[in-house]
């Protein structure tokens, strides 16, 4: 028999801790709980966004995988979080290890590679619709000027160079910048022995860069890139929809599973189709997150 | 030898250009915003040129003049102030058990704070549309402001593995000295862990002072548009043609919006840089 | 005890959150007039008032009304889908909505906006003179919910100046489509480079697209059914212009959005009748107008909005005198006179207000009249999200990504599930 004093004692002590966790017990409830389950319900129904509703099973999923443009829809997001992912890895790499290269004027530096991070991703994405423009374009004007002929890419709508073009801007999303200063310090700890072990074998730099660098970085590297995978998902709408609109010009080519979530909801008024496409996402959202536990047990990131 | 000093530093040269070069490309589209600002409609759909031909300061005037500026101001100033102000209240009492007490499920419950963490806003969005729609509060920042209060897993996260860091000694101190759990908390780590504090309610400004998402799906009418929901809307036409887009007073407004981050950073990049720097470290 | 403290964090976090539930409706800066006495109404529409103050229905009206007008602009981007959303939730900030074609009926059987007739018995509004389109439009809801605007139709702009230099003839209102096409390669200007520096028309916009398809002989919108109607009518609208992309007549889609009409590089456009006004004497060269070339049969879309009075308004009869100024005489005029659009009631159409003073060069104002006969309500009664992909589809047909057959397929495929 436990003592009647020390259970007391034990009770309080947990009754102290779930008042200090209640705002997040009632934030999760209402705020997530309850919205997952009410997009299941929701996306078995055929609600308008006025409201009005009836049950009709699972037929919206039925419509969903019926569609050409719900598949296209999938495909690119896989597509685009993935290569934006990698992309934005490696450009914060590059530039962590330019700043980590002891210069002077290095705090010059990280203010420009860090300030568009923190800038509204809306403004950026209006400035590069115009720098990427047809006729009155910065980058075609530039390249005319360099070439001596008149240059008019149609950057935005080729299909050809949508991507490179987009998957450019995504570099300066806030994902970069945050990622980009994480490496900083963890490329700083980077034990300087190893370092010097090399010199001594007589290594040159890319080779330092692959067998020292990479593997001491890489639990980082992996870490980064699959949060930067959910900030993908999450930030594309915001990156995407002043860039290219709902239809995700041109023929749909960036059209990821957030634009079309709104277009169905607020342009089709669709609330419950775009929730049985909302309930997709979630569970490519869960798919991530499950990478990332298992990807977390090997960094020793949850030490508990 | 000289010769391997010669190579090192033109390798030095040749990695300052490269550094140079990285800047130019990331300060670009800034200083296409800013220069883009003074330009004309005419000019600025014809001639692209980085110094203007004949700078005005027509479109500062227009943006001032022809909406509710001020209005917009307001809405993303209170925006970001209450949100942050929630934020860090719900969010640093709920770090703190999870930090520095035993208690029954607190693995399960910082396992799913971690999980809902990985949950994108825009998966769950339309159900919580459908919600405050219900409770009336479309159309208003409610159904930005009230979830902050509640704390974000993301920022408990932080706060917690801030708390972490700090020394248990000081906790049983102060139980010695006689305060409680709630003591602790108020007397000895909300005092030590000011720079946490200050670093994500920074973050927090940041983010809300740039989203565009949610006040996209919540926000109807003029009087609740913020800045960058203005930016997309009332500076976005010109009058009369709904298919000719007013660029020079996107860009206008774009550099008003893009100077207080680019302020914020030259003040507080100590705090910004080595929060971020940790945020994705244990 | 400490915990007390906690809880009374907690419980003024909660307040503080659901205090500002309604806070501050503040003033809105854009109507500076002085407060009168008259109450305040509010409007929402989707285009910015006319910066000419004589020009501008709204200030106007509070003048003559003695009440304040607050305007609220929404994009028409986003237009349809805030209004609904409003709606749905009981807003009550706007007092007066001008609602879309494709809108009203829900708003009406909803009940999201009030039936009309008491305050109409007693007003000096003539309802049983709009013209036969707005008037088949707005009947079966079972009552008068909205007054419309306007009627406003689509043009054919074009450039004299580029008409004499090329030595053609100007189009006339019964132009031909093969017309169009042969003027439309005869003015586009070659650089020696291959590249066009003058285009012989602008490429179709979102709303003009249907004017193209509707003429091609497509139904575009089928009012028993609510469905969209394009066929092969659209397959050789498209491939019209995917030919006059690849052959330099047209520009091809892209993000630019100059218009290239105004900016004198491009001959020809087909755009809104509300351009004239917006037009005016700003353009640097001669035009004129002329109705959309006659394909095989003469279509062309009205556009209007209707006033209606948001049912959980607090000032319903503040806002019918506001939409008895903008329907009378007076309002309408003004309407006219600022944009172009004649107004939909007919002895007031009659006096041709909507000759824009501003556009000097313009003499074929027949243009709007024969194109006002030959108008129905068409893609405007489909939600947008159908329309605008749609266009999209044709769109990535003129880049060569798809054939204008697939296009047109694809649109069609969307818009049934859709509509469903």
């Given at each position: 028999?436990?003592?009647?004093?020390?259970?007391?004692?034990?009770?309080?002590?947990?009754?102290t801790?779930?008042?200090?966790?209640?705002?997040?017990?009632?934030?999760?409830?209402?705020?997530?709980l309850?919205?997952?389950?009410?997009?299941?319900?929701?996306?078995?129904?055929?609600?308008?966004?006025?409201?009005?509703s009836?049950?009709?099973?699972?037929?919206n999923?039925?419509?969903?995988?019926?569609?050409?443009?719900f598949?296209?829809?999938?495909?690119?997001?896989?597509?685009?979080?993935?290569?934006?992912m990698?992309?934005?890895?490696?450009?914060?790499?590059?530039?962590?290890?330019?700043?980590?290269?002891?210069?002077?004027?290095?705090?010059i530096?990280?203010?420009?590679?860090?300030?568009?991070?923190?800038?509204?991703?809306?403004s950026?994405?209006?400035?590069?619709r115009?720098?990427?423009?047809?006729?009155?374009?910065?980058?075609?004007?530039?390249?005319?000027?360099?070439?001596?002929?008149?240059?008019s890419?149609?950057?935005?709508?080729?299909?050809?160079?949508?991507?490179?073009?987009?998957?450019?801007?995504?570099?300066?999303?806030?994902?970069?910048?945050?990622?980009m200063?994480?490496?900083?310090s963890?490329?700083n700890d980077?034990?300087?022995?190893?370092?010097?072990?090399?010199d001594?074998d007589?290594?040159?730099?890319l080779?330092?860069?692959?067998?020292?660098?990479?593997?001491?970085?890489?639990?980082?590297?992996?870490?980064?890139s699959?949060?930067?995978c959910?900030?993908?998902?999450?930030?594309?709408?915001?990156?995407?929809?002043?860039?290219?609109?709902?239809?995700?010009?041109?023929?749909?080519?960036?059209q990821?599973?957030?634009?079309?979530?709104?277009?169905?909801?607020?342009?089709n008024?669709?609330?419950?189709y775009?929730?049985?496409?909302?309930?997709?996402?979630?569970?490519?959202?869960?798919?991530?997150?499950?990478i990332?536990?298992?990807f977390?047990?090997?960094?020793?990131?949850?030490e508990n | 030898?000289?010769?391997?000093?010669?190579?090192?530093?033109s390798?030095?040269i040749?990695?300052?250009?490269?550094?140079?070069l990285?800047?130019?490309?990331?300060?670009?589209?800034?200083i296409?915003?800013?220069?883009?600002?003074?330009?004309?409609?005419?000019?600025?759909?014809?001639?692209?040129g980085?110094?203007?031909?004949?700078?005005?300061?027509?479109n500062?005037?227009?943006?001032?003049?022809?909406s509710?500026?001020?209005?917009?101001?307001?809405?993303?100033?209170?925006?970001?102030?209450?949100?942050?102000?929630?934020?860090?209240?719900?969010?640093?009492l709920?770090?703190?058990?999870l930090?520095?007490?035993?208690?029954?499920?607190?693995?399960?419950?910082?396992?799913?704070?971690?999980?809902?963490m990985?949950?994108?806003?825009?998966?769950?969005?339309?159900?919580?549309?459908?919600m405050?729609?219900?409770?009336?509060?479309?159309?208003?920042?409610?159904?930005?402001?009230?979830p902050?209060?509640?704390?974000?897993?993301?920022?408990?996260?932080?706060?917690?593995?801030?708390?972490?860091?700090?020394?248990?000694?000081?906790?049983?101190?102060?139980?010695?000295?006689?305060?409680?759990?709630?003591?602790?908390?108020?007397?000895?780590?909300?005092?030590?862990?000011?720079?946490?504090?200050?670093?994500?309610?920074?973050?927090?400004?940041?983010?809300?002072w740039?989203?565009?998402?949610?006040?996209?799906?919540?926000?109807?009418s003029?009087?609740?548009?913020?800045?960058?929901i203005?930016?997309?809307?009332?500076?976005?036409?010109?009058?009369?043609?709904?298919?000719?887009?007013?660029?020079p007073?996107?860009?206008?407004?774009?550099?008003?919006?893009?100077?207080?981050?680019?302020?914020?950073?030259?003040?507080?990049?100590?705090?910004?840089v080595?929060?971020?720097?940790?945020?994705?470290?244990? | 005890?400490?915990?007390?403290?906690?809880?009374?964090?907690?419980?003024?976090?909660?307040?503080?959150?659901?205090?500002?539930?309604?806070?501050?409706?503040?003033?809105?800066?854009?109507?500076?007039?002085?407060?009168n006495?008259?109450?305040?109404?509010?409007?929402a529409?989707?285009?910015?008032?006319?910066?000419?103050?004589?020009?501008?229905?709204?200030?106007?009206c509070?003048?003559?009304?003695?009440?304040?007008v607050?305007?609220?602009v929404?994009?028409?981007?986003?237009?349809?889908?805030?209004?609904?959303?409003?709606?749905?939730?009981g807003?009550?900030?706007?007092?007066?909505?001008?609602?879309?074609?494709?809108?009203?009926a829900?708003?009406?059987?909803?009940n999201?906006?009030?039936?009309?007739?008491?305050?109409?018995?007693?007003?000096?509004?003539k309802?049983?003179?709009?013209?036969?389109?707005?008037?088949?439009?707005s009947?079966?809801?079972?009552?008068t919910?909205?007054?419309?605007?306007?009627?406003a139709?689509?043009?054919?702009?074009?450039?004299?100046?580029?008409?004499?230099?090329?030595?053609?003839?100007?189009?006339?209102?019964?132009?031909s489509?093969?017309?169009?096409k042969?003027?439309?390669?005869?003015?586009?200007?070659?650089?020696?480079?291959?590249?066009?520096?003058?285009?012989?028309?602008?490429?179709p916009?979102?709303?003009?697209?249907?004017?193209?398809?509707?003429?091609a002989?497509?139904?575009?919108?089928?009012?028993?059914?609510?469905?969209?109607?394009?066929?092969?009518?659209?397959?050789s609208?498209?491939?019209d212009?995917?030919?006059m992309?690849?052959?330099?007549?047209?520009?091809?889609?892209s993000?630019?959005?100059a218009?290239l009409?105004?900016?004198?590089?491009?001959a020809?456009?087909?755009?809104?009748?509300?351009?004239?006004?917006?037009?005016?004497?700003?353009?640097?060269?001669?035009?004129?107008?002329?109705?959309?070339?006659?394909?095989?049969?003469k279509?062309?879309?009205?556009?209007?909005?209707f006033?209606?009075?948001n049912?959980?308004?607090?000032?319903?009869?503040?806002?019918?005198?506001?939409?008895e100024?903008?329907m009378?005489?007076?309002g309408?005029?003004?309407?006219s006179?600022?944009?172009?659009?004649?107004?939909?009631?007919?002895?007031?159409a009659?006096?041709?207000a909507?000759?824009?003073?501003?556009?000097?060069?313009?003499?074929?104002?027949?243009?709007?009249?024969?194109?006002?006969?030959a108008?129905?309500?068409?893609?405007?009664?489909?939600?947008?999200?159908?329309?605008?992909?749609?266009?999209?589809?044709?769109?990535?047909?003129?880049?060569?990504q798809?054939?204008?057959?697939?296009?047109v397929?694809?649109a069609?495929?969307?818009?049934?599930?859709?509509?469903?």
């Open positions: 028999m436990v003592p009647n004093k020390f259970n007391k004692k034990i009770l309080k002590r947990n009754l801790a779930y008042a200090f966790c209640l705002p997040w017990f009632i934030g999760f409830i209402c705020f997530t309850f919205p997952i389950i009410f997009m299941f319900a929701v996306s078995l129904t055929n609600r308008k966004l006025n409201g009005k009836s049950f009709v099973g699972f037929s999923y039925a419509a969903m995988f019926q569609s050409p443009t598949w296209n829809s999938l495909k690119i997001t896989i597509f685009f979080t993935v290569i934006m990698a992309v934005t890895t490696v450009w914060a790499v590059i530039m962590a290890m330019l700043l980590n290269h002891k210069q002077k004027l290095n705090g530096f990280q203010f420009f590679y860090f300030i568009p991070s923190v800038v509204p991703t809306i950026l994405a209006y400035a590069f115009t720098i990427f423009g047809k006729d009155a374009g910065l980058l075609n004007y530039v390249i005319s000027m360099i070439s001596g002929k008149n240059t890419i149609n950057w935005m709508y080729d299909p050809h160079t949508v991507y490179l073009v987009i998957f450019f801007i995504t570099l300066f999303t806030y994902n970069t910048g945050q990622m200063l994480v490496f900083r963890s490329l980077v034990p300087r022995e190893l370092y010097e072990a090399c001594m007589g290594a040159g730099a080779r330092k860069f692959t067998m020292v660098t990479i593997p001491m970085i890489s639990p980082i590297i992996l870490f980064n699959v949060t930067g959910i900030s993908a998902l999450n930030g594309s709408f915001a990156l995407l929809y002043p860039l290219t609109g709902e239809n995700g010009d041109p023929n749909g080519m960036t990821v599973l957030s634009l079309l979530i709104y277009k169905e909801a607020f342009s008024m669709k609330v419950g775009a929730s049985a496409l909302s309930v997709i996402l979630f569970l490519i959202a869960c798919l991530f997150g499950i990332i536990f298992a977390s047990k090997k960094t020793v990131y949850y | 030898m000289r010769t391997l000093k010669g190579k090192k530093r390798a030095e040749l990695i300052f250009i490269l550094k140079i990285v800047a130019f490309i990331m300060f670009c589209p800034i296409w915003v800013f220069s883009g600002s003074f330009k004309d409609l005419a000019e600025f759909t014809t001639s692209p980085i110094i203007p031909k004949k700078p005005t300061l027509e500062f005037s227009y943006i001032f003049n022809n509710n500026y001020f209005i917009y101001i307001k809405n993303t100033v209170l925006l970001m102030v209450l949100t942050t102000f929630g934020t860090l209240i719900s969010s640093s709920v770090a703190y058990p930090a520095r007490m035993n208690f029954w499920g607190k693995n399960v419950i910082f396992a799913i704070i971690v999980g809902t990985m949950i994108p806003n825009i998966a769950l969005i339309i159900p919580q549309y459908i405050f729609g219900k409770m009336g509060w479309l159309d208003s920042l409610l159904p930005m402001i009230v902050a209060f509640f704390a974000y897993p993301y920022n408990v996260f932080l706060f917690r593995q801030f708390f972490r860091s700090i020394p248990k000694e000081l906790d049983e101190a102060a139980t010695i000295d006689g305060c409680n759990k709630a003591g602790v908390f108020f007397n000895v780590l909300v005092p030590i862990s000011k720079p946490v504090f200050v670093t994500i309610g920074m973050l927090s400004c940041v983010f809300w740039n989203e565009l998402t949610q006040p996209v799906f919540y926000i109807n003029d009087k609740w548009r913020t800045l960058t203005a930016l997309m809307t009332t500076f976005m036409y010109t009058s009369g043609n709904a298919f000719v887009i007013n660029w007073s996107i860009m206008a407004a774009s550099t008003l919006m893009i100077i207080p981050p680019m302020v914020l950073y030259l003040f507080g990049s100590k705090f910004l080595g929060g971020i720097k940790t945020s994705g470290l244990k | 005890m400490k915990k007390e403290k906690i809880f009374a964090l907690v419980s003024f976090a909660a307040l503080t959150g659901s205090m500002f539930s309604g806070c501050g409706s503040s003033s809105n800066g854009k109507t500076n007039s002085s407060s006495a008259g109450g305040k109404v509010t409007i529409v989707w285009n910015e008032p006319n910066t000419n103050e004589e020009l501008n229905m709204y200030a106007q509070e003048k003559k009304t003695g009440i304040d607050e305007v609220t929404i994009p028409e981007s986003d237009y349809s889908s805030k209004l609904n959303q409003m709606v749905s939730t807003d009550d900030s706007i007092d007066i909505y001008v609602v879309w074609e494709n809108d009203i829900n708003f009406a059987h909803e999201g906006i009030v039936a009309l007739d008491d305050y109409l018995s007693k007003s000096s509004i309802t049983n003179d709009f013209i036969d389109a707005v008037e088949k439009l009947s079966g809801l079972g009552g919910y909205g007054l419309p605007w306007c009627a139709t689509e043009l054919l702009y074009y450039n004299q100046d580029m008409f004499d230099a090329a030595g053609i003839e100007y189009p006339d209102n019964n132009w489509y093969s017309d169009f042969a003027a439309a390669e005869k003015l586009t200007k070659k650089a020696s480079d291959g590249s066009t520096e003058i285009y012989g028309c602008t490429l916009n979102t709303q003009t697209w249907w004017a193209g398809i509707g003429g002989g497509d139904q575009v919108y089928d009012p028993s059914t609510g469905k969209l109607v394009i066929g092969d009518g659209a397959v609208f498209v491939t212009c995917l030919n992309v690849k052959s330099g007549i047209m520009p091809a889609p993000s630019d959005t218009d009409f105004a900016a004198g590089k491009a020809m456009s087909w755009q809104g009748s509300w351009n004239i006004g917006t037009y005016g004497s700003k353009l640097s060269f001669n035009w004129d107008i002329a109705s959309i070339p006659t394909n095989k049969i279509y062309n879309t009205l556009h209007t909005g006033y209606t009075i049912a959980k308004s607090k000032n319903k009869d503040n806002a019918f005198k506001v939409i100024y903008l009378g005489e007076e309408q005029t003004i309407n006179k600022a944009s172009g659009n004649p107004s939909a009631i007919k002895s007031i009659d006096k041709g909507w000759k824009v003073e501003s556009a000097t060069t313009v003499e074929n104002w027949d243009a709007i009249t024969d194109s006002l006969n108008g129905v309500f068409g893609y405007t009664c489909l939600p947008s999200g159908v329309t605008n992909n749609a266009v999209s589809e044709f769109n990535s047909a003129l880049l060569g798809k054939t204008p057959q697939q296009a397929e694809n069609l495929k969307y818009a049934n599930e859709t509509i469903g």
